[in-house]
């Protein structure tokens, strides 16, 4: 199975920071890649896939990058909408796994 | 609009089977993969199987294989997940999602395994 690794695991940030989660996988998995923010008691809702690709409705705040096994998202200028939790996935092979998590809360 | 409604959660006992169902409706069912996926309460989530848009195909993470079935109706526009020998660690809020990159989710049931 793939192992997925985000760090940190939680981060406190203001509003208006930059803000980048990172996602390892334990081996390669090209581009296969999705994040997703989840807020306390909602579904997760997707915010990119294939590594860098924005879904559409998605604020261009959010930015994705990496290929193989080093991924990251970027927040560009945190707003108080942005605090919640951010998942990695990864679909290039079963079982499909997610990272733990990264919490980001108000600092 | 894109939507999709589970349902069929509840409280069961050990051992005991439920059936969930999941209702979508503003895209051509039929021309996507669909999956299930859960999160138990306060942890993270877990991918627990997918179907191909014929249904041809399924795949399971091994702690459900052997006990959950999943299954889709095109004519009906509907997925499903039969969950038989249901154990406490099934408890979770069970989440059906539109492909395998999982663009589109729904609110979610919840399913409790307790006696």
């Known amino acids: 199975d793939i192992q997925m690794t985000q760090s940190p695991s939680s981060l406190s940030a203001s509003v208006g920071d930059r803000v980048t989660i990172t996602c390892r996988a334990s081996?390669?998995?090209?581009?296969?890649l999705a994040w997703f923010q989840q807020k306390p008691g909602k579904a997760p809702k997707s915010l990119i896939y294939?590594?860098?690709n924005l879904q559409s409705g998605v604020p261009s705040k959010f930015s994705g990058s990496g290929s193989g096994t080093d991924f990251t998202l970027t927040i560009s200028s945190l707003q108080p909408e942005d605090f919640a939790t951010y998942y990695c996935?990864?679909?290039?092979?079963?079982?499909?796994?997610f990272g733990g998590g990264t919490k980001v809360e108000i600092k | 609009e894109v939507q999709l409604v589970e349902s069929g959660g509840g409280l069961v006992q050990p051992g005991g089977s439920l059936r969930l169902s999941c209702a979508a409706s503003?895209?051509?069912?039929?021309?996507?993969?669909m999956s299930w996926v859960r999160q138990a309460p306060g942890k993270g989530l877990e991918w627990v199987a997918n179907i191909k848009e014929d249904g041809s195909e399924k795949y399971y993470v091994d702690s459900v294989k052997g006990r959950f079935t999943i299954s889709r109706d095109n004519a009906k526009n509907s997925l499903y997940l039969q969950m038989n020998s249901l154990r406490a660690e099934d408890t979770a809020v069970y989440y059906c999602?539109?492909?395998?990159?999982?663009?589109?989710w729904g609110k979610g049931t919840t399913v409790t395994v307790s006696s």
């Open positions: 294939a590594a860098s």
């Open positions: 503003g895209f051509t069912f039929s021309n996507y993969w």
């Open positions: 081996q390669g998995i090209s581009n296969y």
């Open positions: 999602v539109r492909h395998y990159y999982m663009d589109v």
């Open positions: 996935q990864q679909y290039n092979s079963y079982p499909l796994t």
